[in-house]
């Protein structure tokens, strides 16, 4: 069967019977950043507090990468054993546990070993959403896909806006340990999905009791899919490999841009506030993608042209950065910002390249561990080459080349097939 000939589910009310499942979706994905942007708007003040310097950021600013790599692999792994269910409860416990102890921490070492409790939560639950979404909403992947990642980005923007007026106010330890609040918040709809389960109420909790490893049921008058009887190898797809790459490549260049953008600007002549509203332009624009792409995906068998779009934005903007910074930053910005368009366009394709739950959980840990693995040296690679050159030429040229391995993973990712036909 191919990509194009799959039954599809037909489509039904999009809160019948799964409420609960929709809002523990929606609420995980508002926690999937928070530990990394209420954090990184503070550090210069946290170094002076806790006595740290530069080469400590750098470490602070790797760690959610390296948090998202390492559960993007073992992820699939704890799925399996706990279910999907459960595994999304874990990620917000210790998202909450990580994030309220790091309201109280008195070293720097507390904070890096609290941080990363957090993100190993976070990191969990960018693996579990996508075959959460697949399980009960097979019939919806457009609508949820939008819905969830819309809400993640803004999960992103506002802890950033509201990090440092917090800490103002309240002081830096409220500031860091409220975002526990959310993700407690976020845990409340899989422990009642856990108790329907247990106790059998309505026909959610019907159809999750019936759901395993090999079958699941997606909606009443939707065709049971089967799931493949001996899951493949993800690692000789394909599909696996060039979702992998643009997706790690988008990491790289997001996370590279966050880092060095600000410092860009203050030497081309910027001031630093003009830096900071810039960095929240970039990630403002991520809605916009979030809103469009997962919609235009779902209707289009490949999507690649939007991959091309993207890298014309991401070369127009480098050439705008490099050469006259200062002369439109404000349009550099904009299409910097639609880049990453590639982001959503990979958590959607998830969904897309596979026909099983099964199928979606090993893609969806594949394409996080080693696309997480391949960002995580992005922001100290750019750093390097700055300081080696005391020039932004070569930095821009590395990211030149890993545009050119998106592009690459973009074409091998938007192909009509599907994870289980190459695997």
Same mark, same amino acid.
């Given at each position: ?24 979706? #929606? ?68 998202? &909450?546990?990580?994030?309220? /102890? ?14 990363? #409790? /957090? ?47 917090? /800490? ?73 490999? @060039? ?6 490549? &988008?990491?790289?260049? &997001? ?19 003009? @830096? ?35 890298? #014309? ?56 561990? #080693? ?50 036909? &190459?695997?």
């Amino acid at each position: 069967m191919t990509a194009s000939s799959a039954v599809l589910p037909i489509a039904r009310p999009l809160w019948r019977d799964r409420t609960l499942v929709l809002a523990g979706i #929606v609420l995980s994905a508002f926690n999937l950043r928070t530990a990394v942007t209420s954090l990184t708007p503070l550090l210069d003040s946290l170094g002076q507090t806790l006595g740290f310097g530069s080469t400590m950021t750098g470490v602070l600013g790797m760690v959610p990468t390296a948090a998202f790599a390492v559960f993007g692999v073992a992820t699939p792994g704890i799925a399996h054993r706990l279910g999907l269910e459960r595994t999304a409860l874990l990620a917000m416990v210790l998202a &909450t546990v990580g994030l309220f /102890a790091r309201a109280f921490v008195g070293d720097t070492w507390m904070l890096l070993l609290t941080s990363a #409790v /957090a993100l190993s939560g976070m990191g969990m639950g960018n693996v579990v959403l996508p075959p959460l979404v697949k399980r009960y909403f097979a019939d919806r992947v457009g609508t949820v896909s939008t819905f969830y990642i819309t809400v993640l980005q803004l999960g992103t923007i506002l802890p950033a806006l509201l990090a440092v007026p917090l /800490a103002q106010s309240v002081g830096w330890r409220a500031s860091l340990g409220g975002w526990s609040l959310v993700a407690a918040a976020a845990a409340l709809p899989w422990i009642a999905v856990l108790w329907m389960e247990r106790f059998g109420h309505s026909r959610q909790a019907q159809a999750l009791a019936h759901a395993h490893d090999c079958a699941v049921k997606v909606g009443d008058e939707a065709p049971e899919l089967a799931e493949p009887a001996c899951p493949g190898r993800v690692s000789r797809s394909p599909v696996a490999w @060039g979702l992998a790459l643009m997706f790690g490549m &988008t990491s790289l260049i &997001t996370y590279s841009m966050f880092t060095w953008l600000p410092k860009l600007l203050v030497e081309a002549g910027g001031s630093p506030a003009l @830096g900071g509203s810039m960095v929240a332009l970039f990630s403002t624009l991520g809605l916009i993608s979030a809103l469009v792409l997962p919609a235009v995906a779902v209707r289009v068998s490949n999507p690649y042209p939007i991959v091309i779009a993207c890298a #014309v934005a991401y070369v127009a903007a480098f050439a705008g950065l490099l050469l006259a910074p200062m002369a439109a930053p404000l349009l550099w910005v904009a299409l910097l910002g639609l880049g990453p368009s590639t982001f959503p366009l990979s958590l959607t394709l998830i969904n897309l390249r596979t026909r099983s739950q099964v199928g979606s959980a090993k893609l969806s840990g594949f394409m996080q561990g #080693v696309g997480y693995s391949l960002s995580c040296l992005g922001p100290l690679l750019f750093g390097l080459l700055h300081e080696a050159t005391h020039g932004w030429a070569w930095p821009f040229a590395f990211l030149l080349v890993c545009l050119a391995v998106l592009l690459i993973g973009g074409w091998l990712a938007c192909q009509p097939r599907m994870l289980e036909d &190459t695997w």
